[in-house]
């Protein structure tokens, strides 16, 4: 028999022709997978100011070192509709407060809620958006900067955080 009398099949019929298109599709493919999630997310994790986050560190100790000092200690808790606060102080304090959630891994789900008082030693808030639950990173501070209270809280139910936290 000749090479000319052997039927021949067309290329498409060859399964090794598919493999060796396949392989490098495949990884076109996965290039343009990569790229449309690293321009589409937003990994949160990169701050463009590093440099003056790092000189804050300085200030927030202060603040913490202060807090201390006047021995302002709180217990905060949270309500069933996991949006309503209620922050219990050990002293009266003047001037306004504000209350920071912040998720350690996505800045998408901080919150800040500004507290009311409602008499000497309770203040009280709503958050734009219930707490998921999850650990958070809790910051309770005056609005002029003179002390903070900071902690992490487990959100389980029927739990409160008492600030400071103890080291």
Not at 26 to 44: C, E, M, Q, R, W
Not at 134 to 156: A, C, F, H, P
Request: charge should be neutral.
């Amino acid at each position: 028999m000749k090479n000319s009398d052997i039927p021949s099949k067309p290329w498409y019929c060859y399964p090794f022709v598919w493999l060796l298109i396949a392989l490098p599709l495949s990884a076109v493919i996965a290039s343009f997978i990569s790229f449309f999630l690293a321009v589409h997310t937003d990994d949160g994790l990169v701050a463009d100011d590093y440099y003056v986050r790092g000189q804050e560190i300085n200030l927030d100790i202060h603040r913490d070192q202060t807090a201390r000092a006047r021995g302002i200690s709180a217990q905060i808790l949270l309500g069933d509709n996991q949006r309503t606060l209620r922050v219990l102080l050990n002293q009266p304090v003047t001037g306004t407060l504000q209350l920071k959630f912040m998720h350690p891994t996505r800045a998408g789900f901080d919150q800040t809620a500004e507290l009311t008082p409602q008499g000497a030693q309770m203040w009280v808030a709503n958050l734009p958006q219930p707490l998921k639950q999850s650990t958070w990173q809790v910051e309770l501070s005056d609005t002029n900067g003179q002390w903070r209270l900071y902690g992490e809280w487990t959100i389980q139910p029927d739990q409160a955080l008492i600030l400071p936290a103890k080291r």
